[in-house]
């Protein structure tokens, strides 16, 4: 079996792979996507020292070029045992450590142990990617009624405490519909007004710049204000996302 970092061959059987998946939930509980991680080890073999330290030098500087492609191949150097792709990785190949474990005895002679950790983050859906990119994060809704029907005010007297008095029986009612909504790769629409036809003017909306994690990009933060008036009392129920 042999790794390869980007174009930095490792020697055949020289490395050790253990692989772990984590399954990523939006904020709602929902699946959305999995980290995978590869911890890898091994040793690097070499004549003396300073060919070992400089084999261990160019296997540095290959995992400080981060975004690239980890594929482990079987025994042909053809067929893909596993593979992390950099694309279409959300986050991009990162090497997020890399350590010599012991520098005694006969290391630094004939071999160099060496370990390190690369992840990336996958998104779920085999479709088109615009369907992956409006998978929805998050959605919160507030629905605000006030007024319609009766409404009373307090006259105020002279010589004597204000009295309550009926000052119309058709109050006009107001509601306003406000909401926000997170798509992982693109900005959600607003769901649209409850009501309408007693929308008083367009509606206003706000769409906030997305939060970069490595060579993507995700949390495109979309927010919405309906207000509405009715001659009679409204009623109705925040909506739910779809």
Same mark, same amino acid.
């Given at each position: 079996?042999?790794?390869?970092?980007?174009?930095?061959?490792?020697?055949?059987?020289?490395?050790?792979?253990?692989?772990?998946?984590?399954?990523?939930?939006?904020?709602?509980? !929902?699946?959305?996507?999995?980290?995978?991680?590869?911890?890898?080890?091994?040793?690097?073999?070499?004549?003396?020292?300073?060919?070992?330290?400089?084999?261990?030098?160019?296997?540095?500087?290959?995992?400080?070029?981060?975004?690239?492609?980890?594929?482990?191949?079987?025994?042909?150097?053809?067929? !893909?045992?596993?593979?992390?792709?950099?694309?279409?990785?959300?986050?991009?190949?990162?090497?997020?450590?890399?350590?010599?474990?012991?520098?005694?005895?006969?290391?630094?002679?004939?071999? !160099?142990?060496?370990?390190?950790?690369?992840?990336?983050?996958?998104?779920?859906?085999?479709?088109?990617?615009?369907?992956?990119?409006?998978?929805?994060?998050?959605?919160?809704?507030?629905?605000?009624?006030?007024?319609?029907?009766?409404?009373?005010?307090?006259?105020?007297?002279?010589?004597?405490?204000?009295?309550?008095?009926?000052?119309?029986?058709?109050?006009?009612?107001?509601?306003?519909?406000?909401?926000?909504?997170?798509?992982?790769?693109?900005?959600?629409?607003?769901?649209?007004?409850?009501?309408?036809?007693?929308? #008083?003017?367009?509606?206003? #909306?706000?769409?906030?710049?997305?939060?970069?994690?490595?060579?993507?990009?995700?949390?495109?933060?979309?927010?919405?204000?309906?207000?509405?008036?009715?001659?009679?009392?409204?009623?109705? !129920?925040?909506?739910?996302?779809?």
């Amino acid at each position: 079996m042999q790794l390869k970092v980007g174009n930095y061959p490792f020697p055949v059987n020289a490395a050790t792979i253990g692989r772990s998946f984590k399954i990523m939930e939006s904020p709602d509980g !929902v699946p959305y996507g999995e980290v995978h991680s590869w911890d890898v080890s091994g040793e690097l073999l070499g004549n003396g020292q300073a060919d070992l330290i400089t084999t261990e030098t160019t296997l540095r500087t290959s995992l400080g070029l981060q975004y690239q492609d980890l594929v482990f191949y079987a025994d042909d150097g053809v067929t !893909v045992a596993a593979a992390m792709p950099n694309l279409p990785s959300l986050t991009g190949v990162k090497i997020k450590e890399y350590s010599v474990p012991q520098v005694q005895g006969s290391v630094y002679a004939t071999f !160099v142990p060496f370990s390190f950790r690369a992840e990336a983050t996958y998104i779920y859906g085999n479709g088109p990617a615009v369907a992956r990119d409006m998978a929805m994060l998050e959605f919160q809704e507030v629905l605000q009624i006030s007024g319609g029907g009766q409404r009373y005010g307090l006259i105020e007297c002279v010589d004597a405490p204000a009295v309550s008095a009926l000052v119309t029986p058709f109050a006009v009612c107001r509601a306003t519909q406000h909401g926000s909504s997170k798509g992982l790769g693109t900005w959600p629409e607003p769901p649209g007004p409850i009501w309408p036809e007693y929308l #008083i003017e367009a509606p206003d #909306i706000e769409k906030t710049s997305p939060r970069r994690t490595g060579v993507g990009y995700v949390e495109y933060a979309t927010a919405w204000t309906y207000k509405f008036e009715s001659p009679s009392r409204l009623n109705g !129920v925040p909506m739910r996302v779809l």
